[in-house]
């Protein structure tokens, strides 16, 4: 299953790879392909890295757990595939994008556009079964994303990363902030995005930042 991970992801983390924890949870996850209905699909479980190799990262963004539900989750935090109705804290980051830097509303909620242009896009958790929010937590996946978010720590500078929420920013305690650009706010989520996610300005921000050591800034519109 590793072997689908892009190829300057694997040369990164091939140590890791290597690792009995890493080991035993591909060996979990497999076989609940076979037993299990699990998303995303086993050929999107590293979407995130394929279509932002490590050269590129700029930008990353932390999600928890895949979405559950039918055709919603393809590899990519807060992301759902084509034609998928566009989930509550998704609608809530296109409602900040309007208000932030006057974006129209898409009616797609693919964000693949983004990981294209140097946005990692990783939940902590890359699988899950269907239905059942968290079932693959703890499992070894946490730790895997953990060493994906030390790599970039470690190895990039000026690095932007978006925590939106408390799991978000717990599990962004291993970013050296000296090196990189941290922006905290609530979660999106319907239940805590009033709570200071709705008029964080993180996209105008994120770009200011970019702009401001020499990247060019993302074109979070279609």
Not at 31 to 48: D, H, L, M, W
Not at 121 to 143: C, D, F, P, Y
Not at 152 to 158: A, I, R
Not at 167 to 176: F, M, T, V, W
Request: aromatic share 10%; proline share 4%.
């Amino acid at each position: 299953m590793k072997e689908k991970i892009e190829k300057s992801w694997k040369d990164v983390l091939q140590h890791e790879f290597e690792k009995e924890y890493f080991k035993k949870l591909i060996k979990f996850v497999e076989q609940e392909y076979v037993t299990q209905t699990i998303y995303p699909k086993a050929s999107e479980v590293f979407n995130a890295f394929e279509l932002c190799p490590f050269s590129k990262v700029k930008v990353v963004i932390i999600g928890q757990d895949p979405y559950h539900g039918e055709n919603q989750a393809h590899g990519l935090c807060f992301s759902v595939k084509k034609g998928v109705r566009t989930p509550p804290s998704l609608k809530n980051i296109y409602k900040e994008l309007k208000a932030d830097i006057g974006m129209e509303i898409p009616e797609s909620g693919n964000l693949e556009h983004w990981a294209k242009q140097g946005i990692l896009m990783i939940n902590a958790t890359l699988t899950v079964r269907a239905s059942s929010a968290g079932s693959h937590q703890k499992k070894g996946w946490e730790e895997f994303t953990d060493a994906v978010i030390k790599k970039v720590s470690e190895q990039k500078e000026n690095v932007v990363f978006l925590l939106w929420g408390a799991y978000a920013q717990k599990k962004g305690q291993i970013i050296d902030r000296k090196k990189h650009h941290i922006l905290e706010s609530a979660h999106p989520s319907p239940f805590s995005a009033h709570r200071g996610f709705l008029g964080n300005k993180h996209f105008s921000k994120t770009n200011n930042y970019l702009k401001s050591v020499g990247k060019e800034a993302i074109k979070w519109e279609k």
